[in-house]
């Protein structure tokens, strides 16, 4: 009897380190970090979300990761970082506090952040992101499916830690 359960138990942990866990909707292996990328376009309906929970969703300072092997999670995680940076700018705003401003200021911000990782992803040796294959809107809808946190939900109990603010992203009105 013991045996069957001691069998079963070590079949279980072969079958999930084998074929990866499902964490949030997206598949992940047990010696990988866990990190919500891809982050969903920004939209009306979620702008809410973005600005008022930012200090609630996951950061990725580079103790959260292993010391090697795990190249492409912190390019992800830093992707992560820099767009709620970019998102706080927009939400904080130096621009007439209109939703229509800061929604088009934080699609600015997606845009450059995943443009940004999708280059720093093509710098490496490694086979970069699927999505980064893609050009134009395709591009875009490929990044905008398959979310772990589509709705930009805060995590319960979590509170970001402080990270510098990250330069590199000014918003452009005049590309409303």
Not at 146 to 172: C, D, V
Request: aromatic share 14%; net charge negative; glycine share 8%.
């Amino acid at each position: 009897m013991i045996l069957t359960g001691g069998l079963m138990g070590l079949w279980l942990f072969a079958l999930l380190t084998l074929n990866g866990v499902t964490f949030g909707g997206a598949v992940h292996f047990l010696n990988e970090p866990y990190v919500e990328f891809p982050p969903a376009r920004p939209t009306a309906n979620l702008l809410y979300s973005i600005c008022a929970y930012s200090s609630s969703r996951l950061r990725y300072p580079p103790r959260y990761f292993p010391s090697s092997g795990v190249s492409h999670f912190r390019r992800c995680g830093k992707a992560i970082d820099r767009l709620e940076s970019w998102y706080t700018a927009c939400c904080t705003g130096q621009m007439t506090q209109e939703n229509t401003h800061i929604l088009c200021c934080a699609e600015q911000a997606w845009k450059q952040a995943l443009n940004t990782f999708c280059a720093e992803e093509h710098s490496t040796m490694t086979a970069a992101y699927f999505c980064c294959a893609e050009e134009g809107e395709a591009m875009w809808t490929c990044f905008n499916s398959g979310l772990p946190n589509p709705n930009y939900s805060p995590m319960a109990g979590y509170t970001a830690p402080i990270q510098p603010r990250e330069r590199g992203f000014t918003f452009s009105p005049n590309d409303c």
